[in-house]
């Protein structure tokens, strides 16, 4: 059975304007939707090994049919990705594959390819329309959308980079069926993220479905039904970020709403090398903690925390590595602050949909925090 709903999210920033695609089963007619936007031409899909396993072929095949000429680049995959090298790798690609102009480029996959797509489409031949085709719940709800593209230097994550909006998005939620659960788990605490942020509506109905039953998947809960519930929420998401990104497309002020949880995330992950968390997973527990810090400060009336927290439970995320300490959190949470040039600034929630950007917050209470969260008495 082909369902194949399609709902349109317009994205309008000063650099430009553009669709969000949202529907199931609509990746085998990618070309048709590609070419009712963009004249057919030169090509490269970009793509890791695991997404181009599944939906690879099928994003040629359709491409092909409607005129264009798509060159398929296919690597490992991973954060490594994201670095120069592997740039100028797709940049001779593109290349010796005749890429001129009129060309387009294709993210096919997570925010890891996304970004790296991205970044490659705003820098070559001085820009070419990128494309993205996201294929992780966490590039659906978050990185395909609003134009930050970058990739990784030795020295740090996403430090070399542009706003660089793209011509268009298409997310077919079909493609998560065959998303890792874990990887499921933290593309939903990005999502929760909005609920947290902003909508206090999503997040009560986000609350319904994750505590519809004991054992519980969240994954086979939202796809193994014929329900448009998921899509929904994802369209929400969309639409909450696309309404933040026209106000503050640069992040000067209000998009830094959308780093919710990730000053503590950021320290776990830079704390743990890069290696234990997943980028969601980390997000998750960051949004915990920063839950927890707004209780302690008086600013987030505790029943709301506590309804943050278990919604966040949810996730099953991992437990905090039993290495890890409260001093290696505490340096990576300062150092970062170092780079920046500012003092730590928490965005914090003061009640469901609603938040604050909290300056300094005293460090006995940001340490007992990190000790709670490390003890496991917070997720
Ligand atoms: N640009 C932004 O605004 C923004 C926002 C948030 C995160 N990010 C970036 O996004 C990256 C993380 O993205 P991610 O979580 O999507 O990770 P990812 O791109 O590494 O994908 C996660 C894993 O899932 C696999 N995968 C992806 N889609 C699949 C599918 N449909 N079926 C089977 N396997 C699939 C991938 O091969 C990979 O192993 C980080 O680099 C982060 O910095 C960017």
Excluded: W
């Amino acid at each position: 059975m082909g369902e194949k709903i399609l709902y349109k999210v317009k994205i309008r920033t000063e650099q430009k304007t553009y669709p969000v695609l949202l529907g199931k089963k609509v990746l085998n007619n990618v070309g048709r939707i590609i070419s009712s936007y963009l004249p057919a031409c030169r090509t490269l899909l970009v793509s890791d090994k695991n997404v181009a396993a599944h939906y690879g072929e099928m994003c040629m095949e359709s491409l092909r049919k409607r005129g264009f000429q798509p060159f398929l680049e296919v690597l490992e995959g991973g954060e490594k990705e994201k670095s120069l090298a592997t740039a100028s790798a797709l940049y001779s690609s593109a290349l010796e594959a005749g890429l001129d102009r009129s060309a387009i480029i294709i993210a096919l996959g997570g925010g890891v390819i996304g970004d790296l797509a991205g970044f490659v489409a705003a820098t070559y031949l001085r820009g070419v329309p990128c494309v993205q085709l996201p294929t992780t719940l966490l590039a659906m709800v978050d990185s395909s959308v609003g134009g930050k593209v970058a990739v990784n230097h030795p020295l740090g994550k996403n430090l070399i980079g542009a706003f660089y909006q793209p011509a268009l998005v298409v997310a077919d939620q079909s493609t998560l069926i065959t998303l890792p659960e874990r990887e499921f788990n933290a593309g939903l605490s990005e999502l929760i993220k909005y609920g947290i942020i902003r909508d206090k509506t999503l997040f009560e109905k986000l609350e319904l479905s994750l505590f519809a039953g004991k054992n519980f998947s969240p994954k086979k809960y939202f796809l193994e039904s014929n329900s448009t519930r998921l899509l929904k929420y994802i369209i929400r998401a969309v639409i909450i970020k696309g309404e933040i990104v026209s106000q503050d497309e640069r992040e000067k002020d209000l998009r830094r709403i959308l780093n919710f949880g990730h000053t503590f995330g950021h320290a776990l992950e830079a704390g743990t090398g890069f290696r234990y968390y997943l980028h969601g997973e980390a997000v998750a527990c960051g949004m915990a903690m920063a839950a927890r810090l707004a209780v302690l400060l008086g600013i987030l009336e505790p029943p709301f925390g506590q309804r943050i927290i278990a919604l966040l439970k949810r996730l099953h995320v991992p437990p905090p590595p039993g290495g890890l300490n409260l001093n290696d959190v505490t340096e990576a949470l300062f150092y970062d602050k170092k780079k920046e040039g500012d003092g730590l600034v928490f965005i914090l929630p003061t009640a469901l949909g609603q938040t604050t950007a909290f300056k300094a917050p005293p460090a006995p209470l940001i340490e007992r925090v990190i000790e709670e969260y490390l003890d496991g008495g917070l997720l």
